[in-house]
T-cell receptor, first 109, second 116 residues
Framework: EDQVTQSPEALRLQEGESSSLNCSYTVSGLRGLFWYRQDPGKGPEFLFTLYSAGEEKEKERLKATLTKKESFLHITAPKPEDSATYLCAVPSGNTPLVFGKGTRLSVIA | ETGVTQTPRHLVMGMTNKKSLKCEQHLGHNAMYWYKQSAKKPLELMFVYNFKEQTENNSVPSRFSPECPNSSHLFLHLHTLQPEDSALYLC???????????????FGSGTQLSVL
């Protein structure tokens, strides 16, 4: 069964303290790995799609990377406004995105 | 106007009530979805509609009844719900159905449902 596992479950950082979030996946024939950001009380907001091992994408302080078994979301010099839950997901068979439980990030000023 | 709009944003209902959630997408997409998000759990897919036709029903109890009158509108009709059905219900759309080229989902802000 295809699965997506995210770690850590929660992460607390000081402003400016860089770190990485992990997403490991098991899926037959990867058709893309998706990262979303979700703020409290809102729907997930698309960040990146990665399609092949070695691919990297960047947006402001975020950089996503992909290997054959996992993806990392690197956060460089985070700010309080980066606080959110970050979700990782993959398409699976005939169904749309299967999501991990997410990493709840808190950035303290 | 946002791409995917859901109403109401919040809903409180008793177990004997009947209510409906509404979703409208303004993106010209061909597929629409209902997801359920409960605390400490990953998003759970409930229903998939491709070109107005339901293609997936992930063993959802019959007290949840979807309706897709056209490719822009999606409803979730609720009746005789249980307290464990309290959750954030998210609507999403995508340009293409699963297994096609563009599977990126766009989400609405959700309806926070509380069942008393």
């Amino acid at each position: 069964e295809d699965q997506v596992t995210q770690s850590p479950e929660a992460l607390r950082l000081q402003e400016g303290e860089s770190s990485s979030l992990n997403c490991s996946y098991t899926v037959s024939g990867l058709r893309g790995l998706f990262w979303y950001r979700q703020d409290p009380g809102k729907g997930p907001e698309f960040l990146f799609t990665l399609y092949s091992a070695g691919e990297e994408k960047e947006k402001e302080r975020l950089k996503a990377t992909l290997t054959k078994k996992e993806s990392f979301l690197h956060i460089t010099a985070p700010k309080p406004e980066d606080s959110a839950t970050y979700l990782c997901a993959v398409p699976s068979g005939n169904t749309p995105l299967v999501f991990g439980k997410g990493t709840r990030l808190s950035v303290i000023a | 106007e946002t791409g995917v709009t859901q109403t109401p944003r919040h809903l409180v209902m008793g177990m004997t009530n009947k209510k409906s959630l509404k979703c409208e997408q303004h993106l010209g997409h061909n597929a629409m979805y209902w997801y359920k998000q409960s605390a400490k759990k990953p998003l759970e897919l409930m229903f998939v509609y491709n070109f107005k036709e339901q293609t997936e029903n992930n063993s959802v109890p019959s007290r949840f009844s979807p309706e897709c009158p056209n490719s822009s509108h999606l409803f979730l009709h609720l009746h005789t719900l249980q307290p464990e059905d309290s959750a954030l219900y998210l609507c999403a759309s995508s340009q293409d159905p699963p297994r096609r080229t563009n599977e990126k989902l766009f989400f609405g802000s959700g309806t926070q449902l509380s069942v008393l």
